[in-house]
């Protein structure tokens, strides 16, 4: 550990304040000087300073002398692309409770999936597009023809693969809610005549025995137990043609020491939100696909460019 524990204590509250006193939306915007931070956000310049500077420090801002920045990286932290003030740390104050009752503390996005990923698919798809351009690189090998993307949210999987692969024509599966999304990326890319969306619960929809080549489970496996996790791969191979693969693509738990901090505190938010909820080690989800009788190669790292722990599994048949 480099950090020690009043560094790290220091770096929790320096977020936590530049994020409730609205300093991390008024950047969102563009750069900003101190002097345009602190007044306009009723704050004490000098102390607030002091602030930024630990966010300088932690790689979190850049200051050019003049004007603080977001770090790219920092900008495309999804509380603070869709909230207000006090949106990055407003989940974090439920630990405690979670932690006494031993159960989700906010369950909106457990009781109400459709409305809660409504919203931020749009998000995900800006957060996942190397991921999803590398992982279509990939399968481009594969020269698939029919891709099943299961809970495609804006479609961010499918739709890389169909601009690698011009012969290919995508079905997007999703809560009904959801879809309208995923129609109106395809229209946007300019690939509405080859993807259709199919509204529907991923272990309901009817789906065509063989139908195929690639079946895509994208960001979607971690919102279930291992053993719906499991059922949910079982229920999909039938559709799966011969000579295709179904593709996990997700956060991996993971013991590598880049990733597991990343893992980690992604494993801790989750299970603030998502009952169930968990990123599954890549061999357990290996394991999964073997016992479908499918033969997987070794996890197709998915973050290249940070190491969020994202990567990928082909299980070929
Ligand atoms: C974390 S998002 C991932 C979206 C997209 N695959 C991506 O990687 O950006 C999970 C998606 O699964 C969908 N989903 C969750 N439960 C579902 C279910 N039971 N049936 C169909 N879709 C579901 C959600 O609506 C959401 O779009």
Not at 57 to 84: E, H, K, M
Not at 85 to 112: C, F, N, S, Y
Not at 288 to 310: K, S
């Amino acid at each position: 550990m480099t950090l020690t524990i009043n560094e790290l204590a220091a770096a929790g509250a320096a977020i936590a304040i530049a994020d409730r006193t609205g300093m991390f939306v008024r950047l969102r915007e563009g750069p900003a000087t101190l002097e345009e931070l602190a007044p306009e956000q009723d704050t004490e310049g000098r102390m607030s300073a002091k602030v930024l500077s630990v966010l300088v420090a932690l790689g979190l801002l850049r200051f050019d002398g003049d004007a603080y920045a977001l770090d790219p990286n920092t900008a495309v932290t999804p509380a603070l692309q869709l909230g207000g003030p006090g949106q990055i740390t407003e989940r974090w104050m439920h630990l405690e409770r979670m932690v006494r009752d031993g159960a989700p503390a906010l369950m909106h996005e457990t009781k109400h999936r459709d409305q809660a990923y409504g919203g931020v698919v749009l998000l995900l798809e800006k957060l996942l597009d190397d991921a999803a351009r590398r992982l279509a690189a990939e399968l481009t090998a594969r020269s698939p023809k029919r891709v099943l993307d299961v809970g495609t949210g804006s479609g961010v999987w499918s739709l890389a693969l169909l601009e690698a692969c011009p012969e290919c024509s995508a079905v997007g599966l999703d809560l009904p809610q959801v879809i309208p999304r995923f129609e109106a990326r395809a229209a946007e890319r300019g690939l509405a005549g080859r993807a259709v969306g199919l509204a529907g619960d991923y272990f309901e929809a009817p789906l065509e025995a063989s139908a195929f080549d690639v079946i895509v489970v994208g960001s979607v496996l971690h919102l279930e137990t291992p053993a719906r996790a499991r059922a949910l791969l079982t229920r999909l191979r039938p559709a799966l043609a011969p000579g295709g693969a179904i593709v996990v693509a997700d956060m991996l738990m993971t013991d590598t020491t880049a990733r597991r901090q990343a893992v980690a505190a992604y494993a801790l938010e989750l299970a603030l939100r998502v009952e169930g909820g968990q990123p599954h080690a890549a061999e357990e989800i290996r394991a999964w696909l073997e016992a479908l009788g499918l033969t997987v190669g070794e996890p197709l790292p998915l973050d290249e460019v940070r190491p969020t722990g994202m990567g990928a599994l082909i299980g070929a048949s």
